[in-house]
């Protein structure tokens, strides 16, 4: 890894300040790390240097034709004073699955951790002290050939990027979503399960409407029956059926439309340990309400990289609204999100070595 360092890096009581007035994404580590690729040769040796802008051509293909795609983690401050970065390889492996479908290189497993390693080690002073609040890494690869032609480009650029972050929602209060009829995120045979800038791209019109409608977030149905619930935004989702110990731990199963999520895999692991049942099902529409009506879905919440675990209350659709449970978070959702968070700071044993230590 070749390094060049930042002669204007933020001294350390500014950069403190800025990692304690918390936010997502609004200040940014004073070093990234770029790599490129090309057909012929291969990947290059990777460089850490300065955080600034970069120079592109105006013909260059990520541009015109959309060959991008990027991956969201995190790296949490430790009781040690340490830094562990959670579940790596589960990152770097989805990101190559994304480059397999947007006909871009495969970047090795053991290349992507170096990057992400050395950013972390180098910038490490950026890492937030508190519980709940990380350093939220952002790896991304575009398209760089210059020249207009619906191909395969032969060359790409991967860059590495950080930003302190605190809570992207506010995990005390449920959010409010609108399920959408009109659009659809993603269908069978489609980049569904690709994390590509493209699916969000077309999901903002869908946000839109449901800020019209007075809601945080908008709920995905699938796109060929028309029926079944998929994501919420860029989240996965769950459903919590009974109460207590004799809870079910529900998420619509992964039928190459959804992201399979890290997030998502990890609760499935840390709703057993809990001692909850788990399950993978087809949740329609008319299953979420008339659960709801019944009782017997209890709990609802997101989950995902970036908002770790967000209490979901009212669901409002073009056939009513319903509100879950009391319309509060609820109990089984935080012992959830307490337990994960718990394991990803150091508090919880990791007993299923998720975490990587970096320093």
Not at 86 to 103: G, M, T, V, W
Not at 217 to 228: F, G, H, L, M, S
Request: net charge negative; hydrophobic share 40%; proline share 5%.
């Amino acid at each position: 890894m070749k390094i060049s360092l930042n002669p204007k890096a933020k001294d350390a009581a500014t950069r403190d300040a800025l990692v304690a007035e918390g936010g997502f994404g609004k200040y940014y580590t004073d070093h990234m790390v770029v790599c490129e690729w090309n057909e012929k040769e291969g990947w290059s040796e990777p460089e850490l240097k300065p955080y600034g802008p970069i120079s592109l051509d105006p013909a260059t293909a990520v541009f015109h034709y959309g060959q991008e795609i990027f991956e969201g983690m995190k790296a949490y401050r430790q009781p040690d004073g340490g830094i562990g970065l959670f579940r790596p390889e589960a990152n770097a492996r989805r990101f190559a699955k994304s480059a397999n479908r947007l006909a871009l290189p495969e970047m090795p497993e053991e290349l992507f951790i170096e990057t992400v390693e050395t950013l972390v080690k180098q910038d490490a002073g950026w890492v937030p002290n508190k519980v709940g609040e990380s350093l939220y890494i952002r790896p991304f690869m575009f398209a760089t050939e210059v020249g207009l032609g619906v191909r395969p480009s032969n060359k790409a650029l991967y860059m590495l990027i950080a930003t302190p972050a605190g809570a992207y929602f506010d995990p005390s209060k449920a959010v409010s979503v609108w399920i959408s009829t009109e659009y659809v995120r993603a269908a069978q045979g489609g980049t569904g399960e690709a994390k590509c800038g493209g699916n969000y791209a077309a999901s903002l019109v869908a946000q839109k409407a449901a800020a019209k409608e007075g809601c945080d977030q908008v709920v995905w149905i699938d796109a060929k029956e028309r029926k079944w619930i998929e994501e919420m935004g860029g989240m996965n989702l769950y459903f919590v059926k009974g109460s207590g110990t004799d809870a079910t731990v529900v998420t619509p199963k992964l039928t190459g439309t959804l992201l399979p999520g890290i997030t998502r895999d990890s609760i499935l692991t840390v709703a057993k340990d809990l001692g909850y049942k788990t399950d993978e099902v087809m949740l329609s529409i008319d299953d979420w309400r008339d659960g709801v009506a019944s009782g017997e879905i209890t709990e609802i919440f997101a989950c995902g990289t970036a908002a770790v675990v967000s209490p979901v209350g009212t669901a409002k659709s073009a056939m009513g609204t319903w509100v879950t449970g009391d319309g509060q978070p609820g109990k089984i959702t935080m012992q959830i999100r307490n337990h994960l968070l718990g394991i990803q700071h150091g508090s919880i044993s990791d007993s299923h070595s998720w975490m990587r230590k970096v320093l």
